[in-house]
T-cell receptor
Framework: GNSVTQMEGPVTLSEEAFLTINCTYTATGYPSLFWYVQYPGEGLQLLLKATKADDKGSNKGFEATYRKETTSFHLEKGSVQVSDSAVYFCALIGTNTNAGKSTFGDGTTLTVKP | SQTIHQWPATLVQPVGSPLSLECTVEGTSNPNLYWYRQAAGRGLQLLFYSVGIGQISSEVPQNLSASRPQDRQFILSSKKLLLSDSGFYLC????????????FGEGSRLTVL
């Protein structure tokens, strides 16, 4: 079946530091890949997505590139802010997934200190 | 535009009491609907999903049940809560027939004492 493995946290960075959160996946075919963000006490919201190999998703300074050869979708940001503190989830939807069900990683907690 | 709302946001219930969490979606028709649970410090576990009225699929055996009495209404229930039912419950929807992103509600924090 499909699976997502993401970098274990928590991750603590200083403001303006470079961020990488690793995500690798196992899936048949050509899944769509997503990063969601969850701020404290809230539901998840889509951060960015990529639907085919070599696509780059980007939003709010975050980027991730769909690498089929390494089955990866690592999240990066060049300069983090305190407001980026949240839990980040990598997820996929497989091409043969029933009812559009998503498979999620366990989440990575990011804390950015001023 | 589409919106999703779930309630209540927070509740504290004794062991053995019933549960009802409700979720509604506006601005779309025939959505796929989902209930997830998020235990403290852990990822999301899919509990139920529905592709249409009255159609419920369960992902894990448990003490909970779900119902979809209307196209855009999804209800999570229990007859008798257990301590292990404590957690953060999230309702979500996605567009039917499209392998696209999920749109989540605000979440409901349940504490069973």
């Amino acid at each position: 079946g499909n699976s997502v493995t993401q970098m274990e946290g928590p991750v603590t960075l200083s403001e303006e530091a470079f961020l990488t959160i690793n995500c690798t996946y196992t899936a048949t075919g050509y899944p769509s890949l997503f990063w969601y963000v969850q701020y404290p006490g809230e539901g998840l919201q889509l951060l960015l997505k990529a639907t085919k190999a070599d696509d780059k998703g980007s939003n709010k300074g975050f980027e991730a590139t769909y690498r089929k050869e390494t089955t990866s979708f690592h999240l990066e940001k060049g300069s983090v802010q305190v407001s980026d503190s949240a839990v980040y989830f990598c997820a996929l939807i497989g091409t043969n997934t029933n009812a559009g069900k998503s498979t999620f990683g366990d989440g990575t907690t990011l804390t950015v200190k001023p | 535009s589409q919106t999703i709302h779930q309630w209540p946001a927070t509740l504290v219930q004794p062991v053995g009491s019933p549960l009802s969490l409700e979720c509604t979606v506006e601005g779309t028709s025939n959505p796929n609907l989902y209930w997830y649970r998020q235990a403290a410090g852990r990822g999301l576990q899919l509990l139920f999903y529905s592709v249409g009225i009255g159609q419920i699929s369960s992902e894990v055996p448990q003490n909970l049940s779900a119902s979809r009495p209307q196209d855009r209404q999804f209800i999570l229930s229990s007859k008798k809560l257990l301590l292990s039912d404590s957690g953060f419950y999230l309702c979500a929807w996605s567009q039917s027939g499209v392998a696209g992103e999920l749109f989540f509600g605000e979440g409901s924090r349940l504490t069973v004492l």
